[in-house]
């Protein structure tokens, strides 16, 4: 259920504009109607989405014959107050550019859920179903999904026993209850049957008596309704689970719907924000992120060789929650998984990824890279560096904190040099080449002693004490070099030059983030 004047508050954030409300801004919606030409029944909801509509007054007709107090519309003209007037219903007209889709996907979550926004997960009404269900069967409800996971319970404790307190506790139907409605037949009965079950106490399980019934739609099994009762019920008790069994169904399949087309109206918004968009601050407005600084946050998951399934599975857990509790929001594109964060530090960004890896099973493998801070309209370069601090968390080791830009900016700008250089963009020939051949062919330490006397900034003390010889090898060891390969050591800008040559030719062992020291 949602207000009216909440529902206009949060369209209004996506191009729709209220044109007339005779109806009072107060008013209370819970259902939501869609027109379908291809289906003749009539249809029948608070607010009614016109898809297909020539004109606004043939709009508001059809919202009139569903009894709508509110009409969307993408067709306006200036009939549209005086005909909504005329009808006694709101009409709320639709930006052309706002999808149908992607309109129903926000309405069904406000109206039918409650949701704040588009991208929430917001609370259902399971448990008031089951509290309802509880009071006309006279007896405490579970809900339980098809994998026997507990979706909602009753409060009312009415006959409750032990097997039910365990199942609420653990979430689900223990195992030995599981055994035991296998070995009872109620397991082939759930799958095959919509009639209601009753299965008989068990003291030794715990168990008191039970009414069951299969939760369906079609030929598809949803979960299953568990009432406790120490006898069948019968009359109208059994008629009430049957038909709460039916009304627990829609509502499984109005969440799913919800929930799929949420995740594509967040996917598509944050994928904007990533390829670029001249509206960026709208966008992340419209996601329900706050204003401010924001980081990309680049994920790939693996299970063995099976890479896409681990990603769709963290794809779901980053998206799960209420709008208001989740942190980021999240797209796919390709085989990652990108995550738009608000926040100016880094850490908050590594919480996050911590949390979501330990949200999953424990052989999923997880990497990570994180992007500098930017501006909604500095997140396409944002996406690009948290691609390459993923690269190099991917060349590191997963359990290794996951790469921010802004401290990890070095060890970027080498890799991007040991790319360049695998790929034959940097010179083959010089005197770093000369080197590594000399100490190949006649097993001289040149690369390494140049390597030190660099990182040393010229001191042969220094350097001698890097390699672990006396400071006047150093030295003889410069003289050799100079004939070797012509060093110009006196030069700056030579030696410059020396210095990112041996970095991209280079491809050292990370350990714990740093580069080991050279070889002596």
Known sequence: MVRLDRLVNVLGGYGVRLSCCPVPRSAELRSVAVHDPADGRPASGDVFLAVGAASVTEAVAWGAAARASVVLVRTDDRQAAVVGEAQGVAVLVVDPAVSWSELAGVVYGLVLEGRETESGRGPTDLFALADSLAAAVGGAVTIEDRRSRVLAYSSLQQHADPARSATILGRRTPEPLRQLFDAQGVVAHLASSDEPLFVPPDPAHGLSGRMVVAVRAGREALGSVWATCPEPLTGVRRTALADGARTVALHLLRSRASADLERQVESDLVSQLLEGTVDAATVVSRLGLPPGPLRV????????????????????????????????????????????????????????????????????????????????????????????????????????????????????????????????????????????????????????????????????????????????????????????????????????????????????????????????
């Not at 608000?342 to 908050?348: K, L, R, T």
């Not at 890097?466 to 006196?490: C, E, I, P, W």
């Open 297 to 520: 946050i680049a994920v790939r998951a693996h299970v063995a060789d099976e890479r896409h399934a681990a990603l769709l599975l963290a794809f779901e857990r980053a998206t799960t929650g209420f709008g208001w509790s989740r942190p980021g929001r999240s797209a796919l594109a390709g085989t990652s998984l990108y995550t738009v964060l608000p926040g100016e530090q880094a850490s908050p960004a590594r919480e996050w990824v911590a949390a979501l890896r330990s949200a999953l099973p424990a052989q999923v493998t997880v990497w990570a890279g994180i992007g500098g801070t930017a501006r909604a309209v500095d997140l396409p370069a944002a996406r690009r560096e948290a691609d390459e601090c993923l690269a190099l968390h991917e060349s590191r080791t997963p359990d290794d904190p996951p790469p921010a830009y802004d401290e990890s900016w070095d060890d970027i700008l080498l890799q991007r040099l040991r790319a360049a250089a695998k790929a034959g963009r940097t010179p083959a020939r010089g005197p770093v080449a000369e080197l590594r051949r000399h100490d190949v062919e006649h097993g001289t330490r040149y690369t390494a002693t140049l390597r030190a006397w660099l990182a040393a900034q010229g001191d042969p003390a220094e350097a001698g004490v890097r390699l672990g010889v006396h400071q006047n090898t150093v030295r003889n060891r410069l003289r050799k070099m100079a004939g070797v390969a012509g060093l110009d050591l006196d030069d700056a800008r030579k030696r410059l030059a020396l210095i990112i040559a041996l970095a991209a030719e280079d491809d050292p062992v990370v350990r714990n983030g740093q580069e080991p020291d050279p070889e002596v």
